[in-house]
């Protein structure tokens, strides 16, 4: 008969919480796609090198905004800057993420600089506000172009580990709670790593092909292939590790595994096995090794990966929902199951999480509007595309 702890009845940590590791996975996965091209020198990614630095600025900016609406007294947050505890697990997140916070920001104002001056010789509040950016120099030539070319990659080969730690400390955060079987795996932080950069990934796929349909743009084929391979690799690396790690456990069959066997076949079934694994899984993977292994045609391919994309953007969305939520159903009695359907209107409710989650792609739209995030030389008239 179950057996449920008064204190376990209620899930405490609901959609925000789902939500924060979902983000900060975008920011690490669009962090990476950029330093491919800026540090690693992969110019293929450069029509989408510029827009995944802005998303992952314009998501790390949002990546707090889950926590401080789950919080009783969102003020209290600051309260880990001026007052430093450095063995605090949760105050270590205070920490990276503002140090990952001001070396994008810089990179940023390296990277785009020559447009925000050329922004800045115009009229208008914009270009005031640009003005202000570069602190009113608008001096630019080939020595300051090749300066701020190498001080960018720097940025960019620093933020490579710095996006790791931030990303990689959420799987350690849970990982690290041994009183939680679900939770206490050291594979929590690698899972959640790799999962990121596969979000991040599709996430610009998704976005640039939506974008230059819109405006009549011309898809960079060349791009698109790249990006499908490196999502291809990148998703077979993640979902490999989360069954490795399920395996494992059911090999070992320690004393946990009898409960958790029963948390999954009775609770975690349909989220877990069937749309995770079976369908938002195995789906994108065969649709992925399609268009990597055989040639196909660009429309084809591209309607594809599109889809692909939008699949593993769900597939890492329930993967953080079934290890924030599923570890929550389990009672401490290990002979209980507890339940949990989010709200509608409330303030943690799936509108809120909607409107926190829309908030960055609005803000992508009027960056965009200030500088362009794609290159000059990509926006061009829409033609026949070629077979492939």
Request: proline content about 5%.
């Amino acid at each position: 008969m179950d057996f449920v702890f008064p204190n376990e009845v209620h899930v405490t940590w609901t959609v925000m919480i789902v939500l924060y590791p979902y983000i900060t996975g975008l920011v690490a996965g669009a962090f990476i796609v950029s330093s491919l091209y800026h540090v690693f020198g992969r110019d293929e990614l450069r029509p989408v090198a510029r827009f995944s630095l802005a998303s992952a600025f314009v998501f790390l900016c949002f990546a707090t905004l889950p926590l401080l609406i789950h919080l009783g007294h969102p003020e209290r947050a600051f309260n880990i800057m001026v007052t430093p505890h450095f063995t605090s697990a949760m105050a270590g997140f205070g920490y990276i993420y503002s140090a990952y916070l001001i070396v994008v920001v810089f990179e940023i104002w390296f990277v785009m600089r020559g447009d925000f001056i050329a922004r800045a010789r115009g009229t208008g509040l914009v270009a005031l506000f640009c003005r202000a950016i570069v602190l009113f120099d608008l001096h630019e030539d080939d020595a300051t172009r090749a300066a701020d070319h190498r001080i960018a990659r720097f940025l960019a080969g620093l933020g490579i580990p710095m996006a790791c730690l931030l990303h990689g400390y959420v799987g350690f955060l849970f990982g690290s709670i041994k009183a939680n079987p679900w939770w206490s795996t050291p594979l929590m932080f690698v899972i959640f790593i790799f999962s990121a950069i596969v979000s991040g990934i599709a996430v610009l796929v998704f976005h640039y092909v939506v974008v230059h349909k819109i405006n009549g743009w011309k898809l960079d084929q060349a791009c698109l292939r790249s990006l499908g391979r490196y999502l291809w690799g990148f998703m077979i690396i993640a979902v490999s590790l989360e069954l490795l790690e399920i395996l494992s456990i059911g090999y070992q069959q320690t004393e946990e595994w009898e409960v958790l066997a029963e948390l999954i076949d009775r609770k975690l079934f349909v989220p877990y096995i069937v749309l995770q694994f079976l369908i938002f899984s195995l789906g994108p993977f065969l649709m992925l090794a399609t268009i990597v292994l055989l040639r196909v045609r660009d429309r084809v391919h591209n309607v594809v990966l599109w889809l692909a994309s939008v699949m593993l953007l769900f597939q890492v969305l329930l993967m953080r929902w079934n290890v924030v939520i599923g570890g929550q159903l389990l009672s401490k009695s290990m002979r209980g199951f507890t339940d949990y359907f989010p709200g509608l209107w409330e303030r943690e409710g799936l509108v809120t999480a909607a409107v926190v989650f829309t908030m960055p792609f609005v803000i992508l739209y009027v960056f965009h509007r200030v500088v362009p995030l794609f290159p000059p030389a990509d926006p061009r008239p829409l033609d026949v595309e070629p077979t492939g």
